[in-house]
């Protein structure tokens, strides 16, 4: 497959994730935009390996999924915190730092 067609199926993830992100109100929503964001990402780093024959981007995507999946721990673990604190799971109810 060409270069471009793998730049397109990235193009189309990431731009699905940010509408994602900027529509959704529930926080699990939200990070599951983030998350497709990311992997268009991954999708990008692959692709440039492989059109310049270099294992650089594969090891670049390999630590950036390492750290997608730290991200996904701690911001579920701030949804569970969330609906623990305030029954609901709705972004627009996090007013921890209002005085």
């Known amino acids: ?3 471009s067609a793998y730049l397109t ?3 189309i993830l990431f731009s699905i994730g940010l509408f994602g ?3 959704r109100r529930n926080t699990v929503g939200i990070l599951l935009g983030v998350e497709l964001m990311l992997n268009a990402v ?3 780093l ?3 390996s492989r059109f310049h024959g270099t294992e650089v981007g ?3 995507s390999l630590f950036a999924i390492c750290i997608t999946v730290a991200e996904v721990a701690i911001g579920l673990s701030l949804v569970i915190l ?3 604190m305030r029954r ?3 972004a627009d109810q996090i007013d921890w730092l209002k005085g």
Request: hydrophobic share 70%; glycine share 0%.
């Open 82 to 84: 969330l609906f623990r």
């Open 21 to 23: 992100v900027i529509t």
């Open 88 to 90: 609901t799971a709705i």
């Open 42 to 44: 991954n999708i990008n």
């Open 58 to 60: 594969m090891v670049f």
């Open 46 to 48: 692959v692709a440039f």
């Open 9 to 11: 199926l990235s193009a």
């Open 1 to 3: 497959m060409p270069l």
